[in-house]
């Protein structure tokens, strides 16, 4: 163990930090900074810290997990529903650069094997910063993010393959046919193999624990991890990459296999193993292989490749975009933001230089590519949608759709009856009359307790994009947002808190990024009466400068128990519920009851 | 990366898993069958695996997060509470067989340093199973359990101290005064700076985190690997082992440092990531040191050494226990249960292999007296615990005491009133006028909302044994019962569940392993009125042969509503709440009201 140094250790995991944090604050992927960093303080800069036996183990093991975890976060579902225009983007996306990447390094005279490796590292998406600049923009709930996010799911289940069909020729060479058909047929064996038993072995393994009544969290993960190597030797006796493997592990690990408070405690789990802890130790140290030689000797080809992936992204997602429909303006911003190259291009460079396939100086080349696409996203992307914002061309649009409203008393019909137009609305309740009634307005209904799990998934909880829970009772209120943003990930919670001594506090609603519903605490019982007896008036109130809800509340405090806001609508018309986390913009419309 | 070599890790994690659970099975700890399957896969038979690079990387890191989840165990609190006989039994079980290890290895003519790793490695105590074979032995609850686990607590503490003051002494040789200062001096160092930056410093930067809003998991979690690595770097910059620095790091993240949902949950993951991945690795790998020549070639050594170990730990911890003044047999009892040796004990033979300073021979020796001492733990303990109780010296007391209720309604000061006398009660309710009539009555009372942990905070529940939520609110019940479960480390959780269509489902209970209370769903209020207006006779039954209070509640189901089962009394008069997860023994009495 003399090669276990704890101090480089350290190093790498504080700068990793340091790099990650700071990256994050500008608004960049956390990875940025630790290439960064690992730039500086490796063999190009400072020469503070090199590769080490230790540091590679560890980084291997850190993108095994980082892969698991990708493949967690793909939803099977949401791949199902990428859409059309997700589709094309990512294709268009990959094709294009991939193409013109591989003929530049032909034309710069590389190997036909590197000119594959670059060409798949130019052709990888990966989402700049994932929601964080679709924040920043205010691009979450438009059609521009869907197909975003679509298309980096796709993009790198695409990479990934095309990816596992080069590694397998990789060794080949020249044989005979017979070879290839058996290098081929292994390839489409270790697929098959653990697709299928991803299909259906492991659901019945999970079944088996849970008839068994096995809770112990952390025997599901020793027993995932051992389902996740043996996946990886899986795909190394078919002559592919171990974190193919890992991928396709990942892949199957979610969605229902296991008892969903375990899986998700698992993923917790392995998102923080790998980009808390193993995951930057391979990142910093990818960055201690980057020579900045390559600006002196091979400056041409650096800027080539770094011009060929920005502009064969965004080329071939606009080209490809065209047959969606929705014009070239939104198929060059769709591009500009799937411009960013990230873990997955970085993890495919170091294999390749691993396997000696690319030099150092390609791989330096892929390390700045990465750095500077990526760089480029929130600039580009701030340009274009500025741009469609101007021309009226920005398409809102919710990624989930569909609201699910707890409780189908009068106060959640009345909000129904106003948004039903704009939004599918599935209401639960566990009275009976309460839910026939619903239906018999339309509205899609399911009677049950919404504490279990059973009644979520009949209401659909997997695909609704927001939960609105509109009982009298603050706890069960709570504990139902609680399980739709833990068990059901439904991304925008509200509710509706009764005010009252005992009982949960407004501050728990932190925890789970929940809001408030009316943004104050109500008392649901008086509003329903008046509802029900028909006994209240709606008006509306403009707004003239942008203030929070809360502020609006505050406003017309004196009207306190008197008045309702209910409901924001925006100039288009476009109505959402009236709830604490929001700020309502000039020209907005909020309305009340009274 | 040559050296990665996934089928090897595959093939480790999948047998330590087996070794673990099949230990597991038969009541031992998960790290016995760890050891044997290293020793049964490695060099010593199958010699399907050996070391390398890979697995001593991963090792180490598993050892240190390993000494972090054990110092994050290890409660301040606790420690201050160990009480006196738990702190002789510790004393004694160390002292001993410390020094009659160091002479044994000295008349078989090792040298002065290997002799000092062996005596530290037959003192240390591990508790076998922990609480598992208190459980299994039904001891859970008696003064032995208490004395068992305050010993084990200052046991590993005390091994540890030990352990740095040799290894400072260890590249002494013969140096002058000065220098033996300077090494000293070092060690002071390190240990006065970690627990000073530890008691000042984490908090300060708990609150620097807290004030700043930042609840992110995964930026606390890298932190505190950051802070683990930088005391590692410490202590071996002091010439201590890292471990020692990962201990005091571990020591100090519990603790109200930072927020507490957080700190649950990085605990959970240092547990996982330790004992559910790499911490295997090391003990699996640690079989691969063993050689099973010493069984022909040092068998005396063998036998001595472990009959050293197990005669020195028992008869030291009876000897020094002998002021307490709970007699030998307690403290002959109290040593058996002491009796085993466990992942400390691997480690420090790890390292004394590594340095160089004891052969393969001695660690093969070490190994299997953590095997057979740790064997020996539930056999001999059974005899003695049984003989104890032949002989009714076995005593009754909770390792944390009194019992805290959530609601101070008529049922709730009725069952405070029977069992006052032998526990400590405390009532929270946040319903001013029943607070006022709980503290007339003579009980501590706090007022406030349960669901809020300074409410918790104030009713000590830290230092609580029972939680019992009798509100007429399944919810608050339920929401209670989970934040003394989860954030207050609160053992035993008895909620009172009425019945209702709406609302969480008994079922809930299990994950957080509470207990309803009265062992069916019952209706608050009439039982209430009836006690206020005292309508109501008390009765007892003696139950003749063994039955689960489901059962007793079955057998009494004509009467459901009109009998409410509130105590179980024991022969000796002992009163504990009658709720779901309990057995009542023949003998016992169940007290009802109707």
């Known amino acids: 163990m003399e090669e ?15 790099g990650g944090t700071s990256a994050k604050r500008l608004g960049y992927p956390p990875i940025l900074g630790e290439l960064v960093i690992g730039i500086i303080l490796g063999p190009a800069l400072l020469g503070l810290l090199e590769t080490s ?53 032909i034309f710069f005279g590389g190997t036909d094997l590197a000119a594959l490796f ?71 064996l270790f697929f098959a193999f653990t697709a299928l038993s991803g299909y259906f072995l492991l659901p ?54 296991f008892n969903r408070q375990i899986s998700k405690e698992i993923n917790d789990i392995f998102h923080d193993i790998s980009i808390g802890f193993l995951a930057p130790i391979f990142f910093v140290s990818a960055g201690f292989h980057v020579t900045l030689e390559v600006f002196q000797t091979n400056l041409l080809m650096l800027i080539t490749v770094v011009l060929v992936a920005m502009v064969g992204k965004i080329v071939g997602t ?3 975009y065209l047959p969606s429909g929705y014009g070239w303006r939104e198929g060059v911003t769709v591009g500009t ?63 989930r759709k569909g609201i699910l409203i707890l409780g189908a008393n009068p106060l959640g019909l009345y909000l129904a009856g106003h948004i039903k137009d704009q939004e599918e609305i599935t209401f639960v309740d566990s009275n009976r009359e309460l839910v026939e009634e619903a239906r018999q307005r339309g509205f899609e209904s399911v009677h049950g307790n919404i504490l279990k799990e059973e009644t979520m998934e009949t209401a659909r909880a997997f695909e609704k994009g927001s939960f609105i829970a509109l009982t009298g009772n603050n706890e069960i209120n709570l504990l139902a947002a609680q399980l739709a943003h833990d068990a059901f990930f439904i991304p925008k919670n ?45 008006d509306t109130e403009e707004v003239k ?45 909020v309305l009340f009851l009274h």
């Open 545 to 589: 400068q942008v203030t929070t809800t809360r502020n609006w509340v505050k406003k017309h405090k004196s009207g306190k128990g008197k008045i309702l806001p209910v409901l924001i609508i925006d100039p288009e018309g476009h109505k959402r519920p009236f709830h604490y986390h929001d700020e309502i913009q000039p020209e907005e419309k």
């Open 4 to 18: 276990f140094n704890i101090l480089s250790l350290l190093i790498i995991l504080a700068g990793a930090w340091l």
């Open 494 to 538: 509200i509710v509706l808190f009764a005010p009252q001594d005992e009982g949960a506090g407004v501050e728990v609603l932190d925890r789970i990024k929940a809001s408030s519903m009316f943004a104050s605490k109500t008392e649901l019982g008086p509003w329903i009466f008046k509802i029900k007896s028909g006994d209240y008036s709606e």
């Open 318 to 320: 606009a080209l490809f």
């Open 337 to 399: 933001g799937m411009n960013g190259r990230g873990a997955v291009e970085i993890i495919i460079a170091g294999i390749g230089l691993e396997m000696g396939i690319i030099s150092t100086e390609i791989f330096s080349i892929l390390v700045f590519m990465a750095i500077f696409t990526t760089l480029s996203v929130p600039v580009f992307l701030t340009w274009t949608t500025n741009w469609l914002r101007k021309r009226g061309e920005l398409i809102h649009q919710e990624s």
């Open 204 to 257: 019945l393994l999970g079944r088996l624990l849970s008839e068994n009544n096995i809770k112990n969290r952390t025997f599901h993960f020793t027993l995932i991890l051992i389902i996740v190597f043996g996946f990886c030797e899986l795909a190394e006796l078919a002559g592919l990459h171990s974190i193919l493997g890992a991928f396709m592990a990942g892949l199957f690990i979610r969605d229902g296999v």
């Open 118 to 188: 670059v060409a798949i590292a130019v052709g990888v998406t990966s989402l700049a910063t994932k929601s964080r600049i679709l924040v920043d923009l205010k691009l979450l709930n438009t059609r521009i993010a869907y197909v975003l996010m679509a298309g980096a799911l796709i993009s790198d289940t695409l990479a990934l393959v095309i990816f596992a069909g080069m590694l397998s020729f990789v060794d080949v060479g020249s044989i005979d046919t017979l070879g290839l058909v058996w290098v081929a047929g292994k390839a489409i």
């Open 53 to 105: 036996e230790m540091i590679s183990v560890l980084a291997e093991v850190g993108i095994i997990l980082l892969m698991v975890y990708i493949g967690i976060e793909i939803n099977f579902r949401d791949l199902g529903k990428a859409s059309w225009p997700g589709l094309l983007a990512a294709i268009g996306g990959f094709i294009v650069p991939f193409g013109m990447g591989y003929y530049t390094i």
